[in-house]
């Protein structure tokens, strides 16, 4: 069983979820609606009051997950925990609450997560479609044909700036209305010629503001009682009426719920015009459901990141086969020194892939180049903490290591650091099959011991043994190369 928790601007949502047969079958959901986006003051941080919330809510889903035997949790944070200026204090006491890291992800993967859970509920997988989920603080709009995604964006629009910025206190006009579906559409328009050309059979609306919007039209029968313009022009019409969220009446939504929907419908109306969008269907599946899936997938060695790896490296035209020399070396070397540290060692391979994409910029300084593209690049399935681990992997494959001096304190990290930069000598070298005649060891200090007459046959790396003790000793870390 896995687990999938999304720390979402409007509510905490958890999923449990089975794989059987080749489908996700939910045994557990809970719901938290915590408002955490309400909770960013003016200067853009968290108050203490909201934080508080945060952390009690999540130090419940903590218990509910112990109860369960899983084979994997991921938590993922959106929006609100993007923009926060305090989300970084936040983030270890949310870990502690809930007992496992959570990873803020890009809007971009967020995207991406929610068609997989979108793709995974409907199979169809010739089908060409549009996914739109309003979310808290962000809106995220995918294009894609069955499993494959064509085209994602993320747009800094969502039910709580929108209602704060157009519906003050709850009031509701037509044209504080109109004036909110066209800031909502001036966010979409330079993108929406891109979504036009790909065409769509279907349009799925995946978020729970989406879904109760749609309950609210079906129940009232409002338009023609589906999630087409008309009925969502209707519900607007009816919101304007009331004059006030407190007003609203119809069944469907919880009145604590009504500002929320104000905010998301406007954001919706906007997206629909500016797509050329008629029509649509909402749908029980999105971010949760896209997190497990990923999860299984993981554990079916198809990971989205292998993939992601692979782009990057076409993308900066990377030379496979010395990038492959290196990963392979790094490989040999790094299980040599005795880590058990399996995640590590991915991200370590990882890195030695993408170790030249700074070429692409400069050869003068091409490590830092890397080391700035692998933090900053768009690599789908990966974190924002995945991508600052392999950056400063990359970024200390040479040179001094000051630059890493503060993160060569966790052992296993250094362990990779040296692994990376002597297997970036050693492809340099071409001495590749004659790694196995070394011994290495890294507890205290660098230990290696070569074969006699090794060294003479690979000057080179005789020099590079040089440059690697100076860069070692100037960070308190011995390096001693011995002959048998």
Known sequence: ?????????????????????????????????????????????????????????????????????????????TNTMR?????????????AAIGHPIEVISGEEEGRLIYMGVSAALGRPSEQRLVIDVGGGSTEVIAGRGDEIQLVESFSIGTHPQSAAYFPGGVVDAAAFEAAVNGARARFEDVADQYRAHGWQAVYGSSGTIRAINEVISRSRLGDGTMSLESLLALRDRLIGAG???????????????????????????????????AMTAINAGLRLGVLSDLELRARRSDRRDSAVQDCMRRF???EQRALR????????????????????????????????????????????????????????????????????VLAQKGNLRKVREELGAPE????????????????????????????????????????????????????????????????????????
């Not at 004659?434 to 230990?447: F, G, Q, S």
């Open 317 to 319: 035209g990377v030379d």
């Open 413 to 484: 990290l250094a362990r990779a650091v040296l692994a990376m930069r002597l297997a970036a000598v050693f492809m340099h070298a071409r001495v590749d099959g004659d790694v196995d005649a070394l011994r290495l060891r890294m507890k205290n200090r660098i230990e290696i011991d070569t074969p006699r007459g090794w060294l003479k046959q690979h000057p080179t790396v005789a020099a590079w043994f040089e440059k690697e003790a100076a860069a070692w000793t100037e960070v308190g870390i011995g390096f001693q190369v011995t002959q048998a």
């Open 326 to 393: 290196t990963a392979a070396i790094a490989r040999q070397l790094f299980d040599r020194l005795g880590t058990g540290d399996d995640s590590l060692r991915r991200h370590l391979l990882w890195s030695c892939l993408l170790h030249e994409v700074g070429q692409a910029v400069s050869h003068t300084g091409a490590h830092k180049h890397a080391a700035y593209i692998v933090e900053h690049a768009d690599l789908p399935g990966f974190t924002s903490r995945e991508q600052r681990l392999m950056s400063t992997i």
């Open 244 to 278: 006030h969220v407190d007003a609203f009446d119809l069944p469907g939504i919880k009145r604590e719920r009504v500002i929320v929907m104000a905010g998301g419908l406007s954001v919706l109306i906007g997206a629909m015009e500016e797509f050329g969008v008629r």
């Open 1 to 77: 069983m896995y687990a999938a928790v999304d720390l979402g601007s409007n509510s905490f949502r958890l999923h449990i979820g089975e794989a059987i047969a080749g489908h996700m079958h939910i045994v557990r959901t809970a719901r938290d609606p915590i408002r955490l986006a309400a909770g960013l003051g003016p200067d853009g941080a968290l108050t203490s009051e909201a934080m508080e919330t945060a952390v009690r809510s999540l130090r419940e889903f903590g218990l509910l997950l112990r109860q369960y035997r899983l084979d994997a949790v991921r938590v993922v944070a």
């Open 83 to 95: 923009v926060a200026t305090n989300a970084q204090a936040l983030l270890p006491r949310l870990e």
